[in-house]
């Protein structure tokens, strides 16, 4: 009875940590940033990240709070020179910077 007993509390350590593998891995696929909408509006908001070759697809960019119901078109950004900027134009907006902030902040977190 007592072998019984701890295989299953083994299992059940093994089934929480793969619990909390994955949600780690989701999470690192998740960035969250505050966006300034104007001077006394700031939001929360996160997106889904891809990275490749040193350009980050941010996608599905929604309130911090929901899981779905994207509020931006898809942006591609990369760091040239110590700045964010869109991939596609090599300019920096308010959005890449603060992006970009966050990429910082969890690559060195």
């Given amino acids: 009875m007592k072998r019984f007993a701890e295989n299953?509390?083994?299992?059940?350590?093994?089934?929480?940590?793969?619990?909390?593998?994955?949600m780690k891995?989701?999470?690192?696929n998740i960035i969250h940033f505050s966006f300034?909408?104007?001077?006394?509006?700031?939001?929360?908001?996160?997106?889904?990240?891809?990275?490749?070759?040193?350009?980050?697809?941010?996608?599905?960019?929604?309130?911090?709070h929901k899981d779905s119901g994207s509020l931006l078109p898809p942006v591609k950004l990369k760091k040239v020179k110590g700045m964010w900027v869109h991939s596609d134009s090599l300019k920096p907006s308010n959005l890449s910077v603060a992006i970009g902030k966050a990429l910082d902040v969890s690559a060195n977190g």
């Fill in 36 to 64: 300034r909408l104007m001077e006394s509006v700031e939001v929360e908001l996160k997106g889904n990240i891809e990275q490749s070759d040193g350009i980050y697809s941010i996608k599905d960019i929604r309130p911090a």
């Fill in 25 to 28: 891995h989701d999470e690192r």
């Fill in 8 to 22: 299953r509390k083994w299992r059940w350590l093994a089934q929480e940590w793969e619990k909390d593998v994955c």
